[in-house]
């Protein structure tokens, strides 16, 4: 019995280190960098300036079919896939638009690069470029996603922007900023392009 309960709060400590050294190393990875230009309770609007994204197309439709493959193919590319072997920081959030036509899955570069300076991947199915400047709706959803999450926090941000007047452009894209592992903490997000005047009262 002593022996079972020792393993038990070594399990336990373990799982505690995992988790609290996880949320330590996600606070200190790069995030996008973006402004907040309007804020209430269930979303904001906010300006994302351009930006170098690493990026794959596929054909699937689903977060569950894209996220896995996606990931290995463009972690392949920052991790030494590319003809310099540059080891290229991971930063957050990851970004997915999953749609009926072209689904897409990206990575956004560390801000000291750029398509001039970041080397040539090695896969060809890896697409570097630059994003224009955009300004987005967001709304926040905890947990771990999936398909149902996603297509509910969709259409709950669709149905807000729809209340307020605000027209969307495009699709609707999920953003990621936790590794799996993590447990706690959890950060998702939809955003989708919107037609914004900072003057624009709601």
Same mark, same amino acid.
């Given at each position: 019995?002593?022996?079972?309960?020792?393993?038990?709060?070594?399990?336990?400590?373990?799982?505690?280190?995992?988790?609290?050294?996880?949320?330590?190393?996600?606070?200190?990875?790069?995030?996008?960098?973006?402004?907040?230009?309007?804020?209430?309770?269930?979303?904001?609007?906010?300006?994302?300036?351009? @930006?170098?994204?690493?990026?794959?197309?596929?054909?699937?439709?689903?977060?569950?079919?894209?996220?896995?493959?996606?990931?290995?193919? $463009? /972690?392949?590319?920052?991790?030494?896939?590319?003809?310099?072997?540059?080891?290229? /920081?991971?930063?957050?959030?990851?970004?997915?638009?999953?749609? &009926?036509? $072209?689904?897409?899955?990206?990575?956004?570069?560390?801000?000291?690069?750029?398509?001039?300076?970041?080397?040539?991947?090695?896969?060809?199915?890896?697409?570097?470029?630059?994003?224009?400047?955009?300004?987005? @709706? /967001?709304?926040?959803?905890?947990?771990? /996603?999936? &398909?149902?999450?996603?297509?509910?926090?969709?259409?709950?941000?669709?149905?807000?922007?729809?209340?307020?007047?605000?027209?969307?452009?495009?699709?609707?894209?999920?953003?990621?900023?936790?590794?799996?592992?993590?447990?706690?903490?959890?950060?998702?997000?939809?955003?989708?392009?919107?037609?914004?005047?900072?003057?624009?009262?709601?």
């Amino acid at each position: 019995m002593k022996i079972f309960l020792l393993i038990l709060v070594i399990i336990i400590l373990l799982f505690l280190f995992i988790q609290t050294y996880t949320i330590m190393s996600t606070s200190r990875t790069e995030i996008q960098k973006y402004t907040v230009v309007h804020s209430e309770n269930e979303f904001e609007i906010r300006f994302y300036p351009s @930006a170098t994204f690493a990026t794959i197309r596929s054909r699937v439709k689903t977060y569950r079919e894209l996220s896995g493959p996606g990931f290995r193919q $463009l /972690a392949g590319y920052i991790f030494g896939g590319n003809e310099s072997e540059t080891k290229i /920081a991971m930063t957050s959030p990851v970004q997915m638009n999953i749609n &009926d036509t $072209l689904s897409e899955m990206s990575f956004v570069m560390p801000s000291d690069y750029n398509p001039q300076n970041l080397p040539k991947p090695k896969d060809s199915e890896v697409i570097i470029h630059q994003t224009m400047d955009e300004h987005v @709706a /967001a709304l926040r959803f905890s947990g771990f /996603a999936s &398909d149902d999450a996603i297509s509910e926090n969709s259409d709950k941000l669709k149905t807000i922007l729809g209340h307020k007047g605000i027209q969307t452009i495009g699709n609707f894209r999920f953003l990621g900023y936790n590794p799996p592992w993590q447990l706690v903490g959890r950060r998702n997000e939809i955003i989708v392009s919107v037609k914004w005047d900072d003057s624009l009262k709601l």
